[in-house]
Every structure is written in structure tokens, then in C-alpha cells.
Nanobody
């Protein structure tokens, strides 16, 4: 299983970004998929997740601002991030949980300036 993130970058506070996670080796529609983030000196925390049935879950800090979705035809998971805040600055990682094993992408850096 390979996960490749893209879409990170520098954005001003209040702006938007959309992250993409292209998967190969497994179907995003059949597995629990998620986005995590990690800031320097902090642990990696779940941001958003989506189950095979389409149920979504969000960290309290991003509810109402971030949306996770997937395109089964493209085998890609997205994270739409709106109303970004400086505290959203982190490396964002795509995650797939398949038969008890966790798979990670290489991460994409999101920097939100004041």
C-alpha cells in the first residue's frame, strides 16, 4: 500500500487548502482512511477520518472548518480545509488502516501565516 499526499503549502489565516491522498495497492472505499497532523514537539493527532460506509469523524478543533471526502474512481481521499488558523500549521499525514495495520504517507507541510 502506498499513500502519496499533495496540496500543502503556505496560506494566510482565513484561507483554504485542499489536501489530496492518492492511494495504490488498496481501495480507499474499502478501508478506514484518515488525516493526521503533527507539529514540532507534539504528538501526531487525528484530524479527520472516514469509514468504508462513509461515516466521518473530526477533531473538535477542526469541526465546521475541515471536510474529509473520497473519490472512489480516483482512489483518492481529500481534506478540504477552510478558515485556516495559524494553529493549523503542521505536517499532515494520510493514513489507511487495513486489516489491523496502519499505513502512512510521507506527509505534506501546511503553514498558515498570521
Amino acid at each position: 500500500v502506498q499513500l502519496v499526499e499533495s496540496g500543502g503549502g503556505l496560506v494566510q489565516a482565513g484561507g483554504s487548502l485542499r489536501l489530496s491522498c492518492a492511494a495504490s495497492g488498496s481501495s480507499v472505499s474499502r478501508n478506514a482512511m484518515g488525516w493526521y497532523r503533527q507539529s514540532p514537539g507534539k504528538q501526531r493527532d487525528m484530524v479527520a477520518a472516514i469509514t468504508p460506509g462513509g461515516t466521518t469523524n473530526y477533531a473538535d478543533s477542526v469541526k465546521g472548518r475541515f471536510t474529509i471526502s473520497r473519490d472512489n474512481a480516483k482512489n483518492t481521499v481529500y481534506l478540504q480545509m477552510n478558515s485556516l488558523k495559524p494553529e493549523d500549521t503542521a505536517v499532515y499525514y494520510c493514513n489507511a488502516y487495513i486489516f489491523g495495520s496502519a499505513y502512512w504517507g510521507q506527509g505534506t507541510l501546511v503553514t498558515v501565516s498570521e
